[in-house]
């Protein structure tokens, strides 16, 4: 029997698929005319993490999805978010700078991850006068993922909170290890002036 | 953009395997666009298979979803098994869905990465130079472990777990390690370094790996009970399923076992080898319409150039003759070439002529006493031994049935085998001496 999950979780795959023939597109009239349509597959990228997004948020909001931990190199979710946000931000006079300190594996669900870091980026970069930065460091026996940046900070804390910081304290909390969750802490007045995003992971 | 001069991609071969020809397309322009030359298409599971197996590619992109019931995963899997794939060639799953993390995570066998539509060029290079730079660094490993060199392979990966460079790979090192220790024999020290994993995190493939090290060093109750907590915390690891089935079935359990295969073989009807298991199972559990079905299955449909093999077809006779329907088992025997048959290892060669024995008695019988001497001399497995019990209770020769019986009592898998032996001596009203067979083995036993 289809649930409505599998009706929203079909239409997400092909919605998906679609949005990757747009960007092959994109790519493929790169190739040929020389030009950069960088901002436009940005915005095919940003619509797919959105409906995945959605998705997980209305998965988790069912119980019906766990996470996917696998061995994950800390360095290189640091460098994925780096590659898709940076273009976007310097397309805006906006700089990110990634500062990663862990050079170990670290058990984590990868994509559900760089999937909240890519929002937390985005949503510094709407915000930030000309600075985000990114760094992973280790505290308290687990692993710390920060996004600062130098603009007014959250307007409240906790702010009022969107689809996105809501699914980034279910994640971080739906990570456990050692008896130990995961956490997410907001705050102002961070090392660059502005907002502090940070997870903490066990 | 990444198409350089120098390019590592230019010069490889890339396999685009996807059933929609507009994700085809797709694939190949961004593989064209980070310089990739040679790009082939395969549009289904066969296409796929028969192109890798005839000129392997160096880079394979692989849809998860390929249609017709086949997935990415069966793919890969259906690789491994048949060492179509070197540790040097890249196996990338390609997927629109999120569900196919959840198999990554929990499975032991795992492509060397996925990617998550849609995707840049960039972040598709970014991830094939990580995994080249990983392979780079298991080189010498890949090595040693293809030649089965495994004291050597398992001290490089001790160098390598060791080494700074390592740092960003201990988790595959370790896994590495647990491998080939089981590859090795040493059951006890893999069993060491899966725990080891599971101290830093609670993989479900971890566990796995402790209740197959527990299976082969025979402690069949402690490696249940691991293999159970796998199964309960992911129950679409269907390779713990089937882990699961072969130490029922060694518990003397084959009723659970089959319950556990049916159940998952229905959600995977094009596997195979778990087929083979669940006719295993049936076949212990006297249940002869289920063990036919998956051994006919098996035989009409595993495709693959010599996937099928002749334990095959004495499994499918074995079904057959159990059931009384000797016709068939006898048209099954002779697809076996008497050429085949002289070539067959002691133990084959026994079953063969067991079987032909009462599938066709005029044929059968002059076979079967020509190795006599040799069954009660030789070591046998219990399968065959099981098969030369069955013929020679039925050819009344008492004393290499009551041999072989012993022997299976007697044996390390003795639990596997213990109800299908009194079945059979019950079956030919003798289970008074089955029952003295069984005294006379358990005082043996104490003597020692």
Redesign the interface.
Known sequence: MQTLLDIL?SGV??A??Q???????L??A??RHGIDLGEA?YA??AA?RRL?RT??AYRLGRHEQ??????T?V??VC??VL??QRPHLAAASKTLVVDCQV???W?L???LLTDILNNAVQNAGRFARSQIRLSAGLEDGGLRLTVDDDGPGYASLPPAGGTGLKLAETLARLHV?HGRHGRLELANHGPLGGARFALWLP | MAALNGNPYAKKRFLVVDDQPTARDALRTIAQNIGAFAVEFASNYQDALYRIRNNAPDIILCDYMLGEGRSGQQLLEELRRFELLSDESIFMMVTGEQSYEQVVSAVELVPDDYIIKPFSPDKLVLRLDRIVARKAFFADYYREKRKQEYARALELLAQKRDSEAGRPYRFEILRQQAETELASGDAERAEATYRAILGNYEFPWARAGVARSLHKQEKLAEAREEIERVVAGTPNYFDAADLKASICIDQGEADEAQRVLDEVAKRTPRNYLRKRLLAEAATLNGDMDTARAAMADVIANDSMPGAVQPEDRLALARSQVIANELIAAEKTLLTLKESEVQNLTLDLQAGFAALLALAVPERGKARFAGLRPALLAAELSSTARLDVLRTALRLGDHELADHQAELLMEADDAKKTFASTRSLYALHGREVDFRNLQKKVALKRIKH
């Open positions: 979780a795959h092909d998906k698929n949005l990757f023939q747009a960007e092959s597109l790519v493929a790169e190739t597959r095919i990228e797919a995945n998705l997980t766990a996470l996917a931990i696998v061995p190199v360095g290189d460098d994925e590659l898709a050079f170990d594996e058990p669900d990868r994509e290890r």
